[in-house]
């Protein structure tokens, strides 16, 4: 069974730059899509952005497209979600999930597997 773990958030002032991570185990496919997703203080899950198996493809939302860059190492690794210039509507909790759907990516309902999540504090 596949595992995520999340890393990396913390505090930050707006305008910095923050990397959380997503550390991947246990079996993947090549069909596997790892998305971030994140949710805000009173606010809905939103997704924000993924990444496919061999790391050639590449989905963001609209919201976070120019600021956020998702990438990994290699086929099947851990997946990086590099955010600059930070806002503080960016506080939320980041989590990564996995998924061996195709096309859907930016639906969460189709995510079967999901990190614990890790918190980002952006101050003014």
């Known amino acids: 069974q596949v595992q995520l773990a999340e890393s990396g958030g913390g505090l930050a002032q707006a305008g910095d730059s923050l990397r959380v991570s997503c550390a991947i185990s246990g079996p993947t496919g090549s069909a596997e899509c790892t998305g971030w997703f994140r949710r805000a203080p009173g606010k809905e899950r939103e997704f924000v952005a993924a990444i496919n198996w061999s790391g050639y493809n590449t989905y963001y939302s609209d919201s976070v497209k120019g600021r956020f860059t998702i990438s990994r190492d290699n086929p099947g690794s851990t997946v990086y979600l590099q955010i600059n210039s930070l806002k503080t509507e960016d506080t939320a909790v980041y989590y990564c999930?996995?998924?061996?759907?195709?096309?859907?990516?930016?639906?969460?309902?189709?995510?079967?597997?999901w990190g614990q999540g890790t918190p980002v504090t952006v101050s003014s």
């Open positions: 999930a996995s998924t061996t759907a195709i096309g859907r990516y930016g639906d969460p309902e189709v995510y079967d597997t």
